[in-house]
C-alpha cells in the first residue's frame, strides 16, 4: 500500500498527520497487517490529556491486544466514531477511515523525531 | 535451535500464509484470514496442516492393558476401528496431556498427542511402561491433514473418492489413496463434521494439493483452529487442561474410568470425587465491553476473587466474545453475572451453558 505523503511514524508503527491545530493519529498499513483482522477497538476517554510513548489506546484481534502509543503527545479532542462497530476498518483503510485518534495542543518539536515516509518505508522493509 | 518445518511449508509460503513459531514448528497462522477462515469451516470446508501434530505407536501383547493404565479411559470398550478421546494423567489426577486413541486391534493402536507435549508424553509413557508392549514415537513418519466443515464429506468424495459416510463418527478407516497407505479418522477439533488423515511424510504434497484444489476447500491455519475449538468448548492443554487441573474439574468426567481397573492417577482421583471438586469449568460471554483472555481473573458480585479465564476471544459465530474459565465450584451459576478484570477496568460477563456452539 502506497504510504500518504506527509505522515511521520513511530518505530511502533504509529502514523501521525497534522492537520492544521490538529494531529490525526493511526496505524500503519504493516501494522495492521501483522495484527490480522481487527475485531475490537479500545478507544480512550475524549479530554485526557496524553504524553508521548503512553498508550494511548488498544487494537485486539482474535490472538492479541496491542497498545497504540501517542507519537507526540497532546490532549484527545476526538475518536474515530466508526472504529466500535467496525474495527476492521484500520485493516481496509489504515490511513484514512482508519484513523484513531485525534489529538490538540500537541509538542511540535516531538514530530522532530519522527521518521520521515522514506525513513519508515525503510525501516519496515530491512526488517 | 531452528524451527521444524513440515512438508507442507513451501505449500504455505505459495498460498501467502503468515508462518508463525508454534510448540518449535514453524506453522500458518492463517492464509486469508482467521475470520473468513472460521467461516468457512463453519459453512463449507476448511483444510488444516496439523503434521506437528504428535504420533505414537503402541503395539505388543499387552498393548491394551498399557493403554488402559497409562490413560483415564477404558480401551475394551471400543471396537477394532475407533477412536477414543482420553487422557495421561499424573499421580495427582492432573492432565499430563489429553490425546485421541486409534485402535487397529488388541495388540495395535496409533495415538495422537499435542505438538507442545510430544516429547514429554513420550518420555512420560516409555518411564511408565511396565508392560509387555513397544511403545514408539513414529511423528516422523506421519503427516496429518484435517478436513473439517459440513462440506468435508463432498470434498473428501471429490479428491479422493472416498465416503465419509462410509465410517461413523469417531471410528477410522484405513484405504489406499495414490498407492499411499492412509488412515481417514471421523475426528476433529472443530465442532464440524469431518476427518482427519494420517499420511506417510512424504506423500503429504499429493493430499494437500488433491483437496485444496477443490474450489469448496479453503486451507485454514492454526489462528482460525483455536477460534473454532474454542467455541466448540474443546480444551486446549496448556489453558482447560494442565498438569495441575484434573479431568473432574475440566468436565471431563465422561472419559474418566474410575470402574475399569488401575490407572495412573486413579487413586488421586478417587479422593478428588470423594472430598468434591473444589473447582469447575464454567462458560462465559462478554456482557459488557471487550474482550476476555485466558489469565483475567475473575471476581463473584461480592468482589471477591474466584477464579481464571482459561480461553476467550471473540469469534465470528457469537456477535460478543466468549470463553470459558476455571472458577470455584458452586461461585458462578449459569445465568449469573461475574466480572472480570481486564487492564485494570471491570468487565460484566454472563454464565453461560456449554458449549457454545453444537455443530456436530
Known sequence: MEIPEGLKFTKEHEWVRIEGDTAVVGISHFAQDELGELVYFEPPEVGNVIEKGASLCVVESTKAASDVYAPIGGAIVEVNPDLGESPSLVNESPYNTGWMVKLSSVNKEELGELLSVEEYRDFTTKG | MSLKRTPLFDAHVALGAKMVP????????????????????????????????????????????????????????????????????????????????????????????????????????????????????????????????????KALSEALGFELSSIKRFAFSESVFFDEKVLIARTGYTGEDGCELYIPEAAATKFWDALVSLESVVPCGLGARDTLRLEACYPLHGHEISDSINPLEAKLNWIVRLGSGDFIGREALLQIKESGISRKLIGFKVEGRGIVRDGAELFDEAGDLIGFVTSGTKTPSFEKPIGMALVAKGSAKVGSNITARVRGRDVQLLVIKLPHYKGI
Open chain 2, 22 to 153: 508454534f510448540a518449535g514448528w514453524e506453522m500458518p497462522v492463517q492464509y486469508e484470514g482467521i475470520l473468513s477462515e472460521h467461516i468457512a469451516v463453519r459453512n463449507g470446508a476448511g483444510l488444516f496442516d496439523v503434521s506437528h501434530m504428535g504420533q505414537i505407536e503402541v503395539k505388543g501383547l499387552e498393548a491394551e492393558q498399557a493403554i488402559n493404565y497409562l490413560t483415564c479411559n477404558d480401551v475394551s470398550l471400543i471396537e477394532d476401528g475407533r477412536a477414543q478421546y482420553s487422557a495421561f494423567l499424573n499421580e495427582n489426577g492432573g492432565i499430563v496431556d489429553d490425546l485421541i486413541v486409534h485402535r487397529n486391534s488388541p495388540n495395535n493402536y496409533l495415538l495422537c498427542v499435542n505438538a507442545s507435549n510430544l516429547e514429554k508424553d513420550y518420555q512420560w509413557l516409555i518411564k511408565n511402561n511396565k508392560f509387555d508392549a513397544e511403545i514408539k514415537n513414529s511423528s516422523d513418519d506421519y503427516a496429518q491433514l484435517a478436513l473439517q466443515g459440513p462440506g468435508a464429506a
